[in-house]
């Protein structure tokens, strides 16, 4: 019986993942385990542990020696049709593809995409408030990721929204541990992806330009990057980015909902979004379920994790926690001092790639929907996504269209 069988036995639940939440109460709850039990441990997806802590989580997320991500890089585990880099890759193994994708997110490549990004948030927020209700979850933020990696990738827009559509079913059927379709979903994607790589092939564009090109001809270690681990590379990045934004997105329109002061004050001074994006990030951070291995026992205080037990890196309670944050950390503040210190797209050498063009998508989607009202509220339940994300599925909004000016009627 292995070690980690034998802890599942006999270590007791300090909490329970899949306890039913509303949009604030999953942040109250892990408030109390971040202060009685740090170091959780769960019997669900199998069993295993879950820091809540920002310095054990930065921690674990700065050591990939001792914490490895080639076993099981979230919880519940899912990788079970191939390995896929650089997430399932360790340092420095995972170097090769993380420096042919970082060259498409520099800071020239996100000013030329920016503007299209703007020109899609505007022509969806445009015909979304004309209606007067909305659901910015559903009719917004599930498909406008979607149109950004069309234009991201080059793919056709039908592709994207393929990808999109596979990619949600694949994350539902992953909270509900159907393994079977997880399975029979990821086969799917990996389908599309090949579809991509061979139209690149067939049809090569600039590798400049195109990260699936960029990928075909870089090299590691004087040698092509092998053929299947590109393949599961490309798969792995048109999924990741499609998820966060969709369970996120609809966070901020809560909060704003919940408080008309900040609306108001954002709305008559864009420049202060970009700080409000990040304190959004700090407080609604989507991710509870990325995981890394122990490749030895690890103790954390008096608590021993074993060699090859997985461990949950709860972000979104670490993102909250008051030793870094301060007694203030479940509140928004524009001007927090530390605000960088926010892990919301991880640490260390996992550390999201794709940030810059998040980033520009949130501050773009709330300066397009501020400056197209004069006033948003609530205008029905709110329904929330599953452990491993956290985020809102349904958001339903009733929204005043600003006056349009006169010269524009």
């Known amino acids: 019986m292995s070690a980690h069988s034998e802890l599942d036995l006999g270590t007791p639940d300090s909490f329970d993942p899949l306890e039913p939440e509303e949009f604030d109460t999953a942040h109250t709850a892990y408030a109390r385990v971040r202060g009685t039990c740090p170091v959780a441990h769960s019997q669900r997806y199998g069993g295993f542990w879950a820091l809540f802590g920002y310095d054990d989580v930065s921690g674990v997320l700065s050591d990939p020696a001792t914490f490895t991500?080639?076993?099981?890089?979230?919880?519940?585990?899912?990788?079970?049709?191939?390995?896929?880099?650089?997430?399932?890759?360790?340092?420095?193994?995972?170097?090769?593809?993380?420096?042919?994708?970082?060259?498409?997110?520099?800071?020239?490549?996100?000013?030329?995409?920016?503007?299209?990004?703007?020109?899609?948030?505007?022509?969806?927020?445009?015909?979304?408030?004309?209606?007067?209700?909305?659901?910015?979850?559903?009719?917004?933020?599930?498909?406008?990721?979607?149109?950004?990696?069309?234009?991201?990738?080059?793919?056709?827009?039908?592709?994207?929204?393929?990808?999109?559509?596979?990619?949600?079913?694949?994350?539902?059927?992953?909270?509900?541990?159907d393994d079977e379709n997880v399975v029979k979903l990821s086969r799917r994607l990996y389908e599309i992806g090949q579809l991509v790589i061979d139209e690149r092939i067939a049809h090569p564009m600039d590798p400049a330009e195109d990260l699936t090109t960029a990928l075909l001809e870089a090299e590691y270690e004087d040698k092509p990057l092998p053929r299947d681990m590109v393949l599961g590379c490309v798969r792995q990045l048109l999924v990741t980015g499609m998820v966060a934004p969709s369970v996120f997105i609809g966070c901020m329109f809560v909060h704003l909902a919940r408080d008309r002061e900040l609306q108001a004050r954002l709305r008559s001074d864009p420049s202060l979004l970009p700080a409000a994006v990040e304190e959004f990030l700090r407080l609604y951070t989507p991710y509870r379920g990325m995981a890394r291995t122990a490749r030895r026992d690890v103790a954390f205080g008096d608590t021993v994790i074993r060699e090859g037990e997985p461990i949950a890196l709860v972000y979104m309670s670490a993102n909250r926690d008051e030793k870094v944050f301060g007694d203030d950390a479940g509140e928004f503040r524009l001007d927090r001092e530390n605000i960088k210190k926010h892990i919301a797209f991880g640490g260390g050498p996992h550390t999201c790639p794709g940030a810059p063009l998040a980033r520009i998508m949130f501050q773009v989607t709330l300066e397009e929907a501020l400056s197209r009202t004069s006033d948003f509220d609530l205008a029905g339940p709110i329904a929330m996504a599953r452990w491993a994300e956290w985020g809102t599925n349904s958001v339903p909004l009733r929204v005043v269209p600003a006056p349009v000016p006169a010269g524009e009627a």
């Open 69 to 177: 991500t080639s076993v099981q890089n979230t919880v519940p585990r899912f990788a079970f049709t191939g390995r896929r880099p650089p997430l399932h890759f360790d340092p420095p193994e995972h170097s090769a593809y993380r420096r042919v994708i970082n060259r498409f997110f520099t800071r020239a490549k996100m000013e030329a995409i920016a503007p299209t990004v703007r020109a899609i948030a505007a022509t969806m927020m445009a015909e979304l408030i004309g209606r007067g209700e909305f659901d910015v979850a559903v009719d917004y933020a599930q498909k406008f990721p979607a149109h950004v990696f069309a234009e991201f990738f080059h793919l056709d827009p039908a592709l994207a929204e393929t990808i999109k559509e596979i990619s949600a079913r694949y994350v539902a059927a992953i909270q509900v541990v």
